[in-house]
């Protein structure tokens, strides 16, 4: 059975930096992309960014509003996804979910169940 | 970026009935068009992908069409767990881009 176990979320202050973490089992988490997805509390969705597998080239694209801020990294040795969010915005503030994307029609087919991220004084 | 727009928002059903959400897109994706359900504080689910494919393991109420910048996302007999949100995404370049959302609600 797929599981994707986000952590890490918490409350942060603008301007500071936050890791989360997404452990994957049930799959071979190497050979699979993964992507990030937040949704603002009463909000829609947004794709924040995605990682090919290391097979691929392990390379990453992000969305514009966090481009530069945040990084997208994988450690295949810990089935583990990573988020690095540094300059954080009060805008940030959001529940955050891994999932796994389809190589081929790129669509999301597993998610976490999310971890909430808030950024606030 | 493409720009993905739902309609309606909104909408009221009762248990049984059939209804269609839309969604355009503001250029061409060929068929790279999915539909996610969300239940209230819950993670989406994926239901459909590549315009029609009906993911693994999900009723067949649901139905999905469409090619190039027009969608349509059907259930065909509704049910109580299906009074969610809907949202259709683009996966034809990146940023992958949702639409807004249609909220259904229990009539």
């Known amino acids: 059975e797929v599981q994707l176990v986000e952590s890490g979320g918490g409350l942060v202050e603008p301007g500071g930096s936050l890791r989360v973490s997404c452990a994957a089992s049930g799959f071979t988490f190497s050979n699979v992309w993964m992507s990030w997805v937040r949704q603002a509390p009463g909000k829609g969705l947004e794709w924040i960014g995605l990682i090919k597998a290391t097979t691929n080239g392990g390379t990453t694209d992000y969305g514009a509003p966090v481009k530069g801020r945040f990084t997208i990294s994988r450690d295949d040795s810990k089935n583990t996804l990573y988020l690095q969010m540094n300059s954080l915005k009060t805008e940030d503030t959001a529940v955050y979910y891994c999932?796994?994307?389809?190589?081929?029609?790129?669509?999301?087919?597993?998610w976490g169940q999310g971890t909430l991220v808030t950024v606030s004084s | 970026d493409i720009q993905m727009t739902q309609s309606p928002s909104s909408l009221s059903a009762s248990v049984g009935d059939r209804i269609t959400i839309t969604c355009r897109a503001s250029q061409s994706i060929s068929s790279y068009l999915n539909w996610y359900r969300q239940k209230p504080g819950k993670a989406p689910k994926l239901l459909i992908y590549?315009?029609?494919s009906l993911q693994s393991g999900v009723p067949s109420r649901f139905s999905g069409s469409g090619s190039g910048t027009d969608f349509t996302l059907t259930i065909s007999g509704l049910q109580p767990e299906d009074f969610a949100t809907f949202y259709c995404q683009q996966t034809y370049s990146t940023p992958y881009t949702f639409g807004q959302g249609t909220r259904l609600e229990i009539k």
């Open positions: 999932t796994t994307v389809s190589k081929t029609l790129y669509y999301f087919d597993y």
């Open positions: 590549a315009a029609s």
